[in-house]
T-cell receptor
Framework: EDQVTQSPEALRLQEGESSSLNCSYTVSGLRGLFWYRQDPGKGPEFLFT???AGEEKEKERLKATLTKKESFLHITAPKPEDSATYLC??????????FGTGTRLQVFP | ETGVTQSPTHLIKTRGQQVTLRCSSQSGHNTVSWYQQALGQGPQFIFQYYREEENGRGNFPPRFSGLQFPNYSSELNVNALELDDSALYLC???????????FGEGSWLTVV
């Protein structure tokens, strides 16, 4: 069964404490892996698309990497405004996004 | 700002009623898909429209239906509402290459 699993479910960090979020997937024919940020009560905000193993993309304090079975979202020196739920989704042969349940990140000053 | 707009933002309906949600996609995007997101869950794919034709459907019953118009805007219709239909309904738009898929802010539906 095609699945996307994110870990941890929740993460509490002190401001400046770097960490990584994990997204593992079991789909064949991956066409892309997407990362989104979602604030409470809002729609997902697009962050990155990764296409092939070894690819990396960066945006401000965020860096996304991709292997054949998983992706990591590294957060360097996070700030309280980085607090949100981070969603991972895979896009493959069926033309739909399959989402994980997200990692809820809280960054404390 | 994604350019994807949805309406209404919030609504309350009674079990058994029907609802129509609307989405205006980003300029130049000819593919629109709809997702349902329950509290604490990731979005679940409902269906997708490409150039006014449905070209993909998730595990949702036929009472969930949709339309896409020539200007690529879209509607999601849900008949015979059930309590479990209470959720955030998200519209997403993309171009042919699917390099970026942008979401709107969603429509919060509460069924009582």
């Amino acid at each position: 069964e095609d699945q996307v699993t994110q870990s941890p479910e929740a993460l509490r960090l002190q401001e400046g404490e770097s960490s990584s979020l994990n997204c593992s997937y079991t789909v064949s024919g991956l066409r892309g892996l997407f990362w989104y940020r979602q604030d409470p009560g809002k729609g997902p905000e697009f962050l990155f698309t990764l296409y092939s193993a070894g690819e990396e993309k960066e945006k401000e304090r965020l860096k996304a990497t991709l292997t054949k079975k998983e992706s990591f979202l590294h957060i360097t020196a996070p700030k309280p405004e980085d607090s949100a739920t981070y969603l991972c989704a895979v896009f493959y042969n069926t033309d739909k996004l399959i989402f994980g349940t997200g990692t809820r990140l809280q960054v404390f000053p | 700002e994604t350019g994807v707009t949805q309406s209404p933002t919030h609504l309350i309906k009674t079990r058994g009623q029907q609802v129509t949600l609307r989405c205006s996609s980003q300029s130049g995007h000819n593919t629109v898909s709809w997702y349902q997101q329950a509290l604490g869950q990731g979005p679940q794919f409902i269906f997708q429209y490409y150039r006014e034709e449905e070209n993909g459907r998730g595990n949702f019953p036929p009472r969930f239906s949709g339309l896409q118009f020539p200007n690529y805007s879209s509607e999601l219709n849900v008949n015979a509402l059930e309590l479990d239909d209470s959720a955030l309904y998200l519209c997403a738009s993309s171009s042919d290459n699917r390099n970026t898929i942008y979401f709107g802010e969603g429509s919060w539906l509460t069924v009582v």
